[in-house]
């Protein structure tokens, strides 16, 4: 398979080291390398990413507008096939080859406020760096992806249908995720009201999404663009916060381990302003806090949703994981709501140090 896949690229497989690559869930990914060259080899999930060519459009259309406007900038695109195509499909499968940075280096979790502000400066500077791109000439890679209402809508649904038996050992969470419907309730109210722009989101900000420099440990670039399209700037700050501020990821069961971490929303404030503050508009600047809310609030909800609907789309390795997920996430959103009051205090802290020019209403 790697012959004929690197075939396409001009390049010999018997001259390479083809080896599994990453911490990636999606998507599988290979580093091919010798002595002289080096990249990265990846196939997409179909599954998740029902139309691969959707990817190959997005990024060619940002590419083209980077290398215009923006030629220093380091943006990691699929290299071209011999043939000048962006993707290889051998029996149903879709692959494609990218650089390998060289100098570069990945995390797969937050240990300071350093990493959390380069990453979040990176992903602030992606967004800001194609503010004058045509949005609407992206197409989504994954429909509804960050839509609350819907995932709402299933959680409805599945009460309706849910066997006694989960719809009673999940009734505490049921409980909490009934009395945080507000949070949809605002979201709704901000895109009728039109007070959301769209914009070019990344939609994947976990902190190996981000290139740092082994030297210096400032962030390069953003990477793993497949979930690039039309969005609002709360799904990349609300992901940040969902999967920064807390050491415990969403598996942990014990719920005494998760605790969020003020400094790190600093961080994630810092970096992230320091780029956008002047092209988000005044209602969005005020939902910086509410990003978290609507992106933690949001994936509790389609833990709940997946368990009540017995286990049919997240991957389980034992009984009641999505459960256990969902009240990971509810203890997380509860803490987090318990400490919005210093996160506001943060904030305020950081723009009269900086003068950080914040627009207000």
Request: hydrophobic share 40%.
């Amino acid at each position: 398979m790697f012959q004929k896949v690197l075939d396409v690229y001009g390049l010999d497989s018997k001259e390479f080291n083809v080896e599994p690559f990453g911490s990636g869930l999606i998507n599988h990914t290979w580093k091919v390398s010798n002595s002289e060259q080096a990249y990265v080899l990846q196939s997409i999930n179909i599954n998740v990413f029902k139309s691969p060519g959707d990817i190959a459009h997005n990024l060619l259309l940002l590419k083209r507008h980077l290398d215009l406007t923006a030629p220093k900038y380091l943006f990691v695109a699929p290299i071209d096939t011999l043939n000048g195509d962006q993707l290889v499909e051998l029996n149903g499968d879709f692959y494609r080859l990218f650089p390998f940075v060289k100098g570069s280096h990945s995390l797969d979790a937050v240990t300071k406020s350093e990493e959390a502000y380069h990453a979040a400066k990176q992903f602030g500077k992606f967004t800001r760096m194609l503010d004058a791109f045509d949005v609407k000439k992206l197409k989504p890679t994954i429909s509804d992806f960050h839509n609350l209402p819907l995932r709402v809508t299933q959680f409805k649904e599945a009460l309706k249908t849910a066997a006694d038996d989960r719809i009673k050992r999940a009734a505490w969470a049921i409980e909490e995720i009934i009395r945080h419907l507000e949070i949809a309730n605002d979201y709704q109210q901000l895109t009728e009201e039109g007070n959301l722009t769209t914009r070019v989101i990344h939609h994947d900000t976990k902190i190996s999404n981000v290139l740092l420099s082994e030297d210096t440990g400032f962030g390069l670039c953003v990477i793993d663009l497949d979930t690039v399209m039309p969005g609002y700037f709360i799904s990349d700050v609300g992901d940040m916060m969902r999967t920064y501020l807390s050491e415990a990821n969403e598996e942990e069961q014990d719920l005494e381990q998760i605790k969020v971490r003020v400094e790190i929303f600093s961080a994630i404030y810092k970096g992230y302003m320091e780029e956008m503050h002047r092209i988000l508009s005044a209602v969005e600047n005020k939902l910086f806090v509410y990003s978290g809310k609507f992106m933690i609030y949001m994936q509790a909800v389609r833990f709940l949703t997946d368990f009540l609907n017995g286990d049919v789309y997240y991957k389980t390795t034992y009984p009641e994981q999505n459960l256990k997920r969902a009240l990971n996430q509810i203890d997380l959103l509860n803490k987090y709501i318990a400490a919005a009051p210093e996160f506001n205090e943060a904030i305020s802290a950081i723009d009269l140090k900086k003068g950080i020019e914040i627009k207000t209403v």
